[in-house]
């Protein structure tokens, strides 16, 4: 079953075409990369889909229905979720709190259920700290583990990740990757993935879109793509190597 699909989906700032028909399909269960080099269109193009901005023209399907038109706090409650590539948190709340935003505003839930729910999401992510410590106080994979569960209170059926990688070690990423397939696998959640960091994405994705100048360059699997001679000389580069 197809969650979300992009029908010549452009958004222009100005002369400027951050994203110009492209079309994409996202099978649900997918795990779905997002590559290219900087100044692509991608993250514009989580924005286009997400309500953050109104496409300029083109369409946005997501679960059988036309979501063009719709605005963020909509597509939240369609189920859809995002990070952002700098974790944006309630810095003055508890991490607890940061969660439970997601579950009443995001899911509909009264405060016990939702503050219920928080808990086990902060469980599934495996926060390590007491959930009544202060966001303020976390380092950086820390941040992202709450922002994650903050998604998934949601009852989000797509999140869509925004280079979450930044700023990890390589012992999280092992971590990161590790939880990116769990959500995948165990709650049911269908992912799109912005990055750069190839191994990550050859580790987690399923399929790879490759947007350049904002159009849609390549898709396929990971090893098609980094296969790719397009790709190659517009992104990867002749010296690639994982």
């Known amino acids: 079953m197809v969650l979300l699909e992009t029908k010549d989906l452009c958004k222009h700032f100005g002369g400027l075409k951050a994203v110009n028909n492209v079309n994409m399909k996202v099978e649900q269960g997918q795990i779905y ?4 080099p900087n100044g692509a269109g991608k993250t514009t193009f989580l924005h286009s889909i997400s309500g953050v901005h109104q496409p300029t023209s083109g369409q946005v399907i997501f679960d059988g229905k ?7 706090h909509e597509m939240c409650h369609r189920g859809m979720a995002r990070t952002y590539q700098i974790v944006r948190s309630f810095q003055d709340m508890t991490v607890l709190e940061n969660v439970i935003v997601g579950g009443i505003f995001g899911a509909g839930l009264h405060r ?8 086990e999401y902060l469980d599934f992510v495996g926060f390590p700290l007491s959930s009544f410590v202060k966001a303020s106080a976390l380092n950086t994979i820390q941040l992202k583990q709450v ?5 998934l209170s949601t009852n989000c059926k797509m999140l869509l990740l925004d280079e979450v990688a930044a700023g990890l070690t390589p012992a999280e990423l092992d971590t990161i990757a590790d939880l990116i397939k769990r959500m995948r696998d165990e709650m049911g959640v269908t992912i799109i993935i912005i990055e750069h960091l190839m191994k990550l994405i050859m580790d987690v994705c399923d399929y790879i879109s490759v947007l350049y100048f904002g159009e849609l360059l ?25």
Not at 33 to 36: A, K, M, P
Not at 112 to 119: L, V
């Open 33 to 36: 990369g997002l590559i290219g």
């Open 66 to 72: 036309d979501c063009t038109s719709a605005k963020s």
């Open 112 to 119: 016990d259920k939702a503050e219920k729910k928080a808990q």
């Open 147 to 151: 922002e994650m569960a903050r998604a």
């Open 218 to 242: 390549a898709s396929g699997e990971p090893e098609e793509i980094i296969h790719n001679e397009e790709v190659i000389k517009a992104y990867l580069g002749d010296n690639f190597m994982l």
